[in-house]
């Protein structure tokens, strides 16, 4: 079922398939598409082990690839951001610098490019949104103690390498096929999820073979490379909606590919016992397939609900063992719960503090104490709350109005991946209830390249020939 409007417009080509990149001449960027992803897998082969000599050299050489070839650079980025970052590259990481690099080098193309400029509400909000977050970082402009700012400024950091991966995402669009680089990151997130899998289940080698983008936190629940185990459901989510949505569209060989990237997300978001990106995963999948037909969606709700309730005894079996009933699992459950209760009614009293402009991007850990008791949670673990604390109503309707306008859009998108697109936002506004998202570029990095992509059936126009170039 289309949206109102919409069937009498003509669908974009099937988001993947080889023979449209290569029969509409594309070949010219075919061949940074390799480089790219050559230097990535080369990088990811290094930085498993703990290589460090080679992956800071093809790290160097990531960077000056995105310079001179943008997309080489998009393609490298998008094949990393699921991994976690070798502890070479602290505190700035590899993902902000290369976002970085890859932007460098879409504005040395802007005089060659000739595009025409497209201003659109959405990304003024959202770049005003970034400023906005700026502004508040600086301790001359805050207040705060001088000893806030590093944390603060890495937690920017890393929520502006997020906004700057659509915005470079979106530029390269206009001219170049996305579906390669949605491929490109289903790879990367198929490897990321694989790994997690892989040594969750002590498979083989897998331990020593990626240790040093391993978290070495191990316990009865699944989590690679991820913070915890919550990230890596929350980004297996994600991938999941964008993979089946690309399978769906995929043709031959390619969708051979794709089951198997499935299986590897499927395996890691049932080991990482996350309730929240079971959660998101279903109402996600149930919201792409109501953009298309809302009575089959319907009828897979009616039957996921019954399912859940079959299943949910199942899976807290699995999660906290047979004794899920002994006092002393339920009293370890209640305790978890009532930290995360009363880290968010710390962040209510923040809020009024200063409940215009908030107390300042960055900084409720550092706050909250003084709240929370003799809780050691003093991180929100929900990103309204979070936003609301620092930023306050001013930041909020922010990023509200960012997200109707993104949604907006979408809805008027003709892009194959648009139901994707929107389920992943939808996914991700669940899960935000249960986590700080916005500030970890690993789990949002795949939802704003999905959204780049949906974006741009709107903003393509001619592709270049290599010649002008």
């Known amino acids: 079922m289309h949206a109102p409007g919409q069937s009498a417009r003509r669908f974009a080509p099937p988001a993947i398939t080889w023979n449209h990149w290569f029969r509409a001449g594309h070949s010219y960027w075919a061949l940074q598409m390799v480089l790219g992803g050559g230097a990535a897998l080369v990088y990811l082969a290094a930085a498993g082990p703990g290589l460090g000599s080679l992956v800071l050299l093809t790290a160097v050489a990531m960077l000056g690839v995105a310079v001179i070839a943008p997309v080489a650079g998009l393609t490298s980025l998008v094949l990393i951001m699921p991994v976690r970052e070798p502890e070479i590259f602290n505190p700035a990481g590899i993902n902000a610098v290369l976002v970085g690099a890859t932007a460098f080098g ?121 913070s ?27 969708k051979l590919l794709l089951l198997l990237i499935m299986v590897a997300i499927v395996s890691a978001l049932m080991f990482s016992f996350s309730r929240s990106a079971y959660l998101a995963a279903g109402i996600g999948v149930l919201i792409m397939i109501a953009t298309r037909n809302w009575r089959l969606a319907i009828v897979l709700a009616i039957v996921l609900a019954l399912v859940a309730a079959i299943v949910y005894p199942l899976f807290l079996e699995a999660r906290l063992g047979t004794d899920t009933l002994d006092p002393k699992v339920l009293a370890e459950r209640t305790q978890s719960e009532n930290w995360r209760r009363i880290a968010i009614e710390a962040g209510f009293s923040i809020f009024a503090l200063n409940p215009i402009f908030g107390v300042g991007f960055g900084v409720f850990h550092f706050v909250s104490p003084a709240f929370v008791g003799a809780s050691p949670a003093t991180y929100s673990h929900n990103q309204y709350v ?57 789990i949002s990095g795949l939802t704003w390249l999905t959204m780049a992509a949906a974006l741009s059936a709107a903003d393509r126009v001619p592709a270049l020939r290599p010649k002008e170039a």
């Open 386 to 442: 979070n936003i609301l604390a620092e930023q306050g109503v001013v930041g909020i309707a922010m990023v509200a109005g960012i997200v109707v306008m993104l949604l907006l859009r979408l809805w008027r998108s003709t892009h194959p991946l648009r139901g994707a697109a929107i389920a992943m936002i939808c996914a991700y506004l669940i899960q935000s209830t249960f986590i700080n998202s916005t500030t970890s570029f690993q």
């Open 228 to 254: 915890n185990p919550n990230y890596l459901g929350v980004f297996a989510a994600q991938s999941f909606i964008l993979a089946a949505a690309s399978w769906w569209q995929a043709k031959g060989r390619l």
């Open 106 to 226: 879409c504005i040395l193309r802007v005089s060659n490019d000739r595009l025409p400029l497209r201003i659109n509400p959405g990304i003024v909000l959202l770049i005003g949104y970034v400023v906005y977050s700026a502004l508040s970082v600086p301790p001359f402009i805050s207040a705060h103690p001088a000893a806030w700012a590093p944390s603060a400024g890495l937690e920017f950091i890393r929520m502006t390498t997020g906004v700057g991966l659509f915005i470079v995402a979106s530029y390269i669009f206009r001219t170049v096929p996305n579906g390669p680089f949605i491929l490109a990151a289903l790879v990367g997130a198929g490897l990321a999820t694989a790994v997690a899998t892989g040594a969750f289940l002590n498979v083989g080698p897998i331990d020593s073979l990626f240790d040093a983008v391993l978290t070495p936190l191990g316990g009865d629940r699944a989590v690679g490379g991820f």
